[in-house]
């Protein structure tokens, strides 16, 4: 087989990368003008899909997930009034259990992925979660970003994990979230502690936002780590958005460090189908080469809502590293995503629409700030005013 030196293979990726991306932006500025030429803002509207036209009867598999969802909520109830006695309310939204099951074919060959998150909100200690699954980093969307693949296949630990902690939140608003938690997890019979610190900040803008997520993670049996991310989403109009994120992982007392830098482009063809065209390059740093490209991963997705708590997405995919000499590696990947427990009623809103509502809440926000701050300094006007009209001989100047 004929192999692309790096020098050409790296040029001829970064020119499919630069390719991909400006016509990300032509697909957004042909948006633009439609939204300009439209008399609604956003443009054209996501086309109703033909499972929202009719109302949908509850069959076996619906009453099904019913059952097993009231049996997940009981195990919450119980938990709680083991804290509680039996001083319990209700189980939190929170809780759910999220099971994924996708069947794989790349240059590995075919194998099953799968994982599992069981997340347990406890009512009357609203900040705390028990949390149970594979993987430590569930929270942070299915599928590996190139540098969590890049960073698992050079320490070896690419094996199936289990893990059993809990987690509590610090501070929980609109823009902020900061997090802690700890636990044990599992790897091929051995077990270690682990304690988390998680940090998560969004800046608002007008047709933009920026999220920056800070993870700090010790480990009893491996160096610590810490894990910056920052994202960057552009809401084009009802049917597109387009993010870009980048990313870095460094351990304590480790030279190699890794990064990735990830475009992706989500077109909403329906209100229950949606298409994610995606670019992650991912880069690596060690002490015989310093940053250089490791991994190309292109990918297009496919993604189904069949009900409200089940999903299936179709993921083909192109892989090229240096790993492989830079060969081109189709692959495929189909998910089949279930959610039990609490599951909220699918109603589906565009991202744009969704940016409106928060641009909205933002303005709310800042002129009820305004207020109370206009408020505040009256008082304080009102006040040593008072203190003026108050004849001397009646002062209490005393110390």
């Known amino acids: 087989m004929n192999v692309l030196p790096f020098g050409k293979a790296a040029r001829y990726l970064w020119v499919l990368s630069v390719v991909l991306l400006v016509l990300m932006c032509a697909g957004g500025i042909a948006c633009a003008q439609e939204e300009g030429e439209s008399e609604e803002p956003g443009g054209e509207r996501v086309p109703v899909d033909p499972l929202d036209m009719v109302e949908q009867e509850k069959g076996y598999t619906d009453e099904k997930q019913q059952e097993w969802s009231e049996v997940v909520t009981s195990t919450a109830n119980w938990m709680d009034a083991f804290f509680d006695d039996e001083l319990y309310r209700t189980t939190s939204n929170k809780t759910y259990l999220r099971i994924k ?3 794989v074919y790349n240059h590995k060959g075919f194998y099953f992925d799968s994982l599992l998150d069981l997340r347990l909100r406890l009512p009357n200690t609203e900040r705390w979660l028990i949390n149970f699954g594979t993987s430590l980093d569930d929270d942070e969307g299915f599928g590996s ?70 993870r700090f993670r010790v480990y009893t049996d491996e160096p610590a780590e810490f894990k910056t991310k920052l994202e960057g989403d552009w809401f084009l109009a009802h049917k597109y958005m387009l993010r870009t994120s980048g990313s870095a992982v460094f351990k304590y007392d480790d030279p190699s460090s890794y990064y990735d830098l990830d475009f992706s482009l989500y077109h909403f063809l329906t209100t229950r189908t949606a298409l994610q065209y995606s670019i992650k390059n991912g880069y690596k740093s060690t002490e015989d080469r310093l940053f250089h490209l490791d991994k190309v991963v292109g990918e297009v997705e496919y993604r189904k809502q069949w009900k409200d708590w089940f999903y299936t997405s179709l993921v083909p995919q192109l892989v090229m590293s240096d790993s492989r000499d830079w060969r081109l590696d189709p692959g495929i990947r189909l998910n089949f995503n279930v959610r039990l427990g609490h599951v909220d009623k699918y109603a589906f809103q565009s991202s744009y629409d969704r940016k409106q509502q928060a641009n909205e809440v933002r303005t709310r926000e800042q002129r009820d700030k305004a207020l109370q701050e206009s408020h505040e300094r009256l008082q304080q006007w009102l006040r040593s005013d008072d203190e003026l009209d108050v004849p001397p001989q009646h002062r209490d100047d005393s110390p």
């Open 101 to 103: 099951v996708a069947p």
């Open 145 to 214: 970003s190139t540098v969590e693949e890049v960073e698992s296949e050079d320490s070896g630990d690419d094996a199936t994990n289990a893990y059993l902690g809990v987690e509590t939140f610090f501070k929980r608003t609109r823009t902020r979230n900061i997090s802690t938690g700890g636990g044990v997890k599992w790897r091929l019979g051995n077990s270690a502690l682990y304690g988390t610190l998680k940090w998560v900040e969004l800046w608002e803008f007008d047709d933009w936002d920026i999220r920056a997520i800070q």
